[in-house]
């Protein structure tokens, strides 16, 4: 059994039961505080149930508890002997599918969830695109409430066979996928097996997410790090580089360059907040001292000189729109790489992705809000950036409304709807 961590993100249509899942995965680990508790069976009293709502643990907005929905992202937290695990609780419903792009964003594995009565609906595929989109290395779904269903093996195996045939033509593998039946209501299969599904002899769902080994996504490119910040001590004639690293190893005696200019230097110290290092991986807070003075400004990127990204100005880019206002071409928008913000205009959109037909049609007249879609970018400040399948930390970028800061879509340098539409073009909606 592995003793790391392990990123999740759940999502499912509308009633799936997703919150009580996650309320289940919550009370059967023990990962919930008595004077919430107390609140919960409190809460369930006042409704009539007998038993504990787990789904209170979960929708924790006053909007959500009475409309008994999921509308926000919510990061949950919770621990066994031999992992530690975060969970992006996503909302099930189509106008907050730009919610579960950003819970899925970090994810190591997503855990979807059907009605076993319904079965795989459009928003389960949609989901499904999402996730393939954004590269979520691993897919569990959680066939739900067969409890409904007399625990029906055919009807698991009918669901299972869908979805695995929709995950593989998005890409996945039969190994990157798996199904298991649960009744999160009554807790079969998710943290302690049934003897209700005899037929099952699978783990539950806890003892599978314990042994996912997480994959590294897009992160073999050579050292990234965009500065944040310039630090200088003039009484010590000290100036470094503070930012996180993005991707790959620093150490000292690294050549590196500065982009979008192009100049090399050598790292000469890593300093870290508890000191010198000999290096930094990934994820580190650092501040580089190099050996030139050079003019580098919070928005540039430090990388490995010999694995360079290349510096362009016009970009191809996968975009998620998440605007209630259609996105047509020449729109004028703020783009965020990094730590860099620079204007951009969108003078084409190339595809919409029918997330339903796994195609592609090509030059639509807008995208509208949760449409996915490949467009081309020209911004103002030329861009150090890798495409995402390469480095997902580099790879990816914000639109940005300039009137008042509000996001308008999540976007992916390069063609990240190829390996999801395996060259399916419709020639209209």
Not at 384 to 390: F, H, I, M, Q, S
């Amino acid at each position: 059994m592995t003793t790391d961590l392990l990123r999740l993100v759940t999502a499912g249509s509308v009633d799936d039961g997703k919150s009580t899942l996650v309320g289940r995965l919550l009370y059967d680990t023990k990962s919930v505080l008595s004077d919430q508790l107390d609140a919960v069976l409190r809460s369930s009293a006042e409704r009539g149930l007998t038993d504990p709502d787990l789904s209170l643990l979960v929708d924790g907005l006053r909007a959500e508890r009475e409309q008994g929905i999921t509308i926000d992202v919510a990061y949950r937290y919770f621990a066994t002997a031999g992992r530690t695990f975060v969970l992006a609780d996503t909302p099930g419903h189509v106008q907050y599918l730009r919610n579960t792009v950003t819970g899925a964003s970090t994810a190591d594995h997503a855990v979807l969830l059907t009605d076993a009565r319904m079965g795989v609906l459009p928003q389960t595929r949609r989901h499904l695109a999402v996730m393939a989109m954004l590269g979520v290395p691993g897919i569990t779904l959680a066939v739900n409430k067969l409890d409904l269903v007399d625990f029906d093996e055919g009807v698991h195996e009918a669901i299972r066979a869908e979805f695995v045939a929709h995950a593989l033509s998005l890409g996945y593998t039969e190994e990157q996928v798996t199904t298991i039946p649960i009744s999160a209501l009554a807790g079969d299969n998710v943290v302690t097996a049934s003897e209700r599904t005899p037929w099952y002899g699978g783990p539950t769902l806890l003892a599978h997410l314990e042994e996912i080994t997480p994959d590294q996504r897009g992160c073999d490119v050579g050292f990234r790090m965009p500065v944040q910040y310039v630090l200088r001590d003039g009484d010590q004639g000290y100036r470094g580089y503070a930012g996180q690293v993005a991707a790959g190893v620093v150490r000292p005696g690294d050549q590196v360059v500065v982009l979008p200019e192009g100049t090399t230097t050598t790292v000469t110290t890593v300093d870290t907040p508890d000191g010198q290092v000999d290096e930094a991986t990934a994820g580190s807070p650092v501040t580089l001292v190099l050996t030139d003075e050079l003019d580098i400004s919070r928005g540039d990127l430090i990388a490995a000189a010999a694995r360079r990204p290349e510096v362009r100005q016009e970009l191809d880019a996968t975009l998620c729109w998440l605007a209630g206002t259609p996105l047509r071409p020449g729109a004028r928008a703020l783009l965020k790489h990094g730590t860099r913000t620079t204007s951009c205009v969108v003078p084409d959109l190339l595809s919409r992705f029918d997330e339903q037909q796994l195609s592609l049609v090509d030059g639509p007249g807008e995208l509208t809000l949760n449409d996915m879609g490949q467009v081309r970018l020209r911004v103002a400040d030329s861009l150090p950036a890798d495409e995402y399948v390469d480095c997902a930390a580099t790879g990816s970028f914000l639109l940005i409304d300039p009137k008042d800061g509000d996001t308008l879509a999540a976007g992916m340098l390069g063609d990240t709807l190829a390996a999801v539409t395996t060259g399916r073009r419709s020639a209209d909606d």
